[in-house]
Each structure stands twice: as C-alpha cells, then as structure tokens.
C-alpha cells in the first residue's frame, strides 16, 4: 500500500459543523444530554442551564454544535458526533457550515429541521414544527450539500 492511499486530489471545500470564517463569534458550552452529531441544531436539555440535545421537537433553539476535531468519527454510523454527557461547543452566533434538507438560495431564512429522518439538519421552510433560528443562509446550495448558516 503506497503512503498516499486513500487522500484524494479534490478535499471538501468544508466539513459540517466548522466555522465559516473568522467573523466575530459567540460559542458556549453545554453537556450532551444525548448524542449530537456536528453541525446539528441544538435546543435546551433537561436541564436548560446546562444541557443541550439535538433539536428533536419543539424547543427553544440554542445555537449549532460545532466540529470538534480532536473527537473520533463513531465506528458503528461513520458520523462525527459528541457522546451523551461530553463536552459540546455550540455556535450562539457567528458563521458555521451545515447540511440542507432541501435547496436554499443566499438570504433564505433558516430553520431547524425536525422531521424524524432529517432531524438537526437546516431549511427554509417554517411549517412541520421546523425552529426558527433567527439566521439566514449566505450562499446557496443544492439538498443534501453543505451551506454557510448566519446566526
């Protein structure tokens, strides 16, 4: 096996959860209340104060968990994720990149996506219960592509 096995020519333009760019931001911390994947939407846990979990349902929205690259992609799904009681960096506002559900053009506004197979995921559309994030996208992208979210 060569040393360059397995790198590709072409690397991601980005990777879901990360900062955009250096914009001015604000980031808490939380524990997991549950696993959260990088890049999902977050809402308040059980305990508000402290706890955030992946916006599953109606809540009150708390910002974007960011990707923490000093944690292992989980083995079993192949998704980057933080486990139940770690440590997770939430984007309160600043410019993070995440997954669309459906297409959105630059200055859609943006929601939380809470349907069961897309769940913490964003969109533009307001109806099925979707939480509101207060941000906006800045460029446009196709479903399933990643796009820069503004809170």
């Known amino acids: 096996m060569s040393q360059t096995s397995g790198y ?8 879901v959860g990360m900062l955009a760019d250096n914009t001015p931001n604000v980031v808490d911390s939380f524990a997991a209340e549950a696993v959260v994947h990088f890049g999902a939407g ?11 979990k992946t ?24 998704i980057a994720e933080y486990a139940a009681k770690d440590t997770v960096s939430v984007l309160r506002k600043g410019r993070v990149w995440v997954e669309v559900t459906e297409a959105v053009v630059a200055e859609d ?10 769940v913490g995921k964003f969109c533009k559309t307001s109806s099925g219960g979707n939480l509101a994030t207060g941000g906006k996208f800045l460029y446009s992208a196709g479903a399933g592509e990643l796009a820069v979210l503004e809170l």
């Open 42 to 52: 977050v809402i308040a846990g059980t305990d508000p104060d402290n706890q955030v």
């Open 55 to 78: 916006a599953v349902a109606a809540g009150k929205f708390r910002g974007v968990a960011l990707r923490d690259h000093t944690r292992l992609t989980n083995r079993t799904t192949g």
């Open 8 to 15: 590709d020519f072409a690397l991601p333009k980005a990777l």
């Open 109 to 118: 506004a943006a929601y939380c996506d809470v349907s069961s197979t897309d």
